[in-house]
């Protein structure tokens, strides 16, 4: 009976990571590419660029003073995001995405880590 009972335990834990591993794999096929709060919101600290490009799109035309500096825009909207010097990661981010209700929104951005992504799916 005890192992019946670990058997059930262990295929339901099993279980409940297949799915939220199929609900992370869903969640990165359906974002449309483009300049606004929602992709702003899923930027991560250690995103690589071809991460970033994923979410925002291919970045715009911009002339930054440092090539570690990309910025995207979209109809008045842009993001600027900063990868760092040592590894290429995204280290920092900022924008004037509006968000109803609250003008402006710059957004400090978590690491990235599987624990953060089920909290931001989660809505905490």
């Given at each position: 009976?005890r192992?019946?009972r670990?058997?059930?335990?262990?295929l339901?834990?099993?279980?409940?990571?297949a799915?939220?591993?199929?609900?992370?794999l869903i969640?990165?096929?359906?974002i449309?590419?483009?300049?606004?709060?929602?992709n702003?919101r899923?930027?991560?600290?250690g995103m690589?660029?071809?991460?970033v490009e994923?979410i925002?799109?291919?970045?715009?035309?911009?002339e930054a003073?440092?090539p570690?500096?990309?910025?995207w825009?979209?109809?008045g909207t842009?993001?600027s995001?900063?990868?760092?010097?040592?590894?290429?990661t995204l280290?920092?981010?900022s924008?004037?995405?509006?968000?109803?209700g609250?003008g402006r929104?710059?957004l400090?951005?978590p690491?990235k880590s599987v624990?953060?992504?089920?909290r931001?799916w989660?809505g905490f």
């Amino acid at each position: 009976m005890r192992k019946r009972r670990r058997l059930l335990i262990l295929l339901g834990l099993i279980g409940s990571m297949a799915l939220l591993a199929f609900v992370w794999l869903i969640s990165d096929l359906t974002i449309t590419p483009g300049v606004n709060a929602e992709n702003f919101r899923r930027l991560r600290l250690g995103m690589t660029k071809t991460e970033v490009e994923r979410i925002l799109g291919r970045p715009g035309e911009f002339e930054a003073k440092s090539p570690h500096w990309q910025q995207w825009s979209e109809n008045g909207t842009f993001i600027s995001v900063g990868f760092g010097n040592h590894d290429g990661t995204l280290n920092c981010a900022s924008g004037n995405v509006s968000v109803p209700g609250s003008g402006r929104y710059l957004l400090e951005l978590p690491e990235k880590s599987v624990i953060n992504d089920i909290r931001h799916w989660l809505g905490f």
